[in-house]
């Protein structure tokens, strides 16, 4: 039998958390990923030899993780991407996106960047606030969504 050469390459690790969080029961992250029905594409399925070529072929290195742009949808090389921590942490199953006066913000966090507030700011701006025993509702023209639905 051949060997691939690549068990202490960070792409191997990559490949074995995510096999594991679609396809063993007992794994913490099961029920967030196999057990909602996201699995991987047969080609990486059967192989971390085809999983490390499309990596190194769409921009892995080290410092990045593996996205799914849609976090509904499965690994599959269309679905896929990598990116920081900081991009993958905002792009989860109760993600939404943030509209405040018309334009739409992928984060609370990258909506507050740009306005020079705090998140929480805009987090009232959008959902209102109970403060001191009242309630404040929304700005107008503020308001937020959920990505995945």
Request: net charge positive; glycine share 8%.
């Amino acid at each position: 039998m051949k060997k691939h050469g690549l068990s202490k390459h960070p792409l191997y690790h990559k490949h074995s958390l995510m096999m594991h969080r679609c396809y063993d029961q007992k794994d913490k992250r099961y029920n967030s990923y196999g057990g909602r029905g996201i699995d991987v594409c047969e080609k990486w399925k059967n192989s971390v030899v085809e999983f490390y070529k499309w990596s190194m072929q769409n921009g892995w290195k080290i410092g990045l993780t593996i996205d799914r742009k849609n976090n509904n949808n499965g690994y599959y090389p269309k679905n896929c991407r990598f990116v920081e921590n900081k991009k993958n942490n905002r792009n989860k199953q109760n993600s939404k996106y943030w509209v405040i006066f018309g334009k739409v913000y992928d984060s609370s966090r990258d909506a507050a960047e740009k306005l020079s507030v705090s998140p929480p700011t805009i987090r009232r701006w959008c959902n209102g606030a109970w403060e001191c025993g009242k309630f404040y509702k929304p700005k107008e023209g503020c308001y937020s969504y959920k990505k995945y639905q």
